[in-house]
């Protein structure tokens, strides 16, 4: 099993920043990734970005592409979503999720484990 606890949501104006964490713990894989995913209210789960737990392989969504940057502290077991810019329509519960191996998957579905997510709010 692995635990994940997303942290560092709130409200904030704007053009704004925030960072998000996701510290993990439990079991660990020799070769994994991460990624963050957000669900605004009345939509889809949407993928963010996503990182090999090598650094590499960084991808962002379109919608998030020059504002957002993804990292990882390997140390800390750590992930983390830097959210500058941010809009409005950036309003959503955010989550990060792992999956074992290390190719990139924008589904929901081929992650295996979930942190229980962090709200988010961007006034205008």
């Known amino acids: 099993q692995v635990q994940l606890v997303e942290s560092g949501g709130g409200l904030v104006q704007a053009g704004g920043s925030l960072r998000l964490s996701c510290a993990a713990s439990?079991?660990?894989?020799?070769?994994?990734?991460m990624a963050w995913f957000r669900q605004a209210p009345g939509k889809d789960r949407e993928f963010v970005a996503f990182i090999m737990w090598s650094g590499g392989g960084l991808v962002y969504s379109d919608s998030v592409k020059g504002r957002f940057t993804i990292s990882r502290d390997n140390a800390k077991n750590t992930v983390y979503l830097q959210m500058n810019s941010l809009k409005p329509e950036d309003t959503a519960v955010y989550y990060c999720?792992?999956?074992?191996?290390?190719?990139?998957?924008?589904?929901?579905?081929?992650?295996?484990?979930w942190g229980q997510g962090t709200q988010v709010t961007v006034s205008s």
């Open positions: 439990g079991r660990t894989f020799s070769s994994y990734s």
């Open positions: 999720a792992v999956r074992a191996g290390a190719a990139l998957s924008r589904a929901g579905a081929a992650y295996d484990y």
